[in-house]
């Protein structure tokens, strides 16, 4: 996770520096919730508490920006909640549940790495363009 933060720390702007920091908010919830929290709460219901208010964070943030790359991680952070409903057909087996939510945060840390990558490359393309019908009309 931290090793796809940093572009999205470097060139991601504003939309990359509050994705990280709600990355590393929910991680270290998460882990707090299941380590010191077990007596009172169990893993899932601490991880889709978490997981809930993680997406509406992500989904605040994709509603506000210009940008794809924070849409594509909300909507597939809401498929690892929505992961929760399959769980709930099936309250037998956890590992069903860790392997269906764990899935989506592969592309999720992808899109984080890339996407702002990628939204450099197309405003410094951008750029070079402006730059030449400048230089073409002048």
């Known amino acids: 996770m931290i090793a796809a933060c940093v572009p999205a720390l470097v060139w991601g702007g504003l939309e990359g520096r509050k994705i990280c920091l709600m990355f590393l908010v929910a991680a270290l919830s998460t882990f707090f919730g299941a380590t010191t929290l077990k007596e009172l709460v169990t893993l899932p219901a601490a991880t889709i508490i978490v997981d809930l208010i993680l997406l509406g964070g992500l989904a605040h943030v994709a509603a506000r920006t210009d940008r794809y790359w924070p849409l594509w991680i909300c909507a597939f952070h809401m498929l690892s909640v929505l992961s ?38 197309q405003s410094s393309s951008q750029e070079l363009r402006s730059a030449e019908n400048r230089r073409i009309e002048g």
């Open 84 to 121: 929760f409903l399959a769980w709930q057909f099936a309250p037998n087996s956890p590992l069903l549940f860790k392997a269906i939510s764990g899935i989506w945060s592969i592309p999720e840390l992808i899109v984080l790495c890339v996407g702002p990558i990628l939204d450099l490359r």
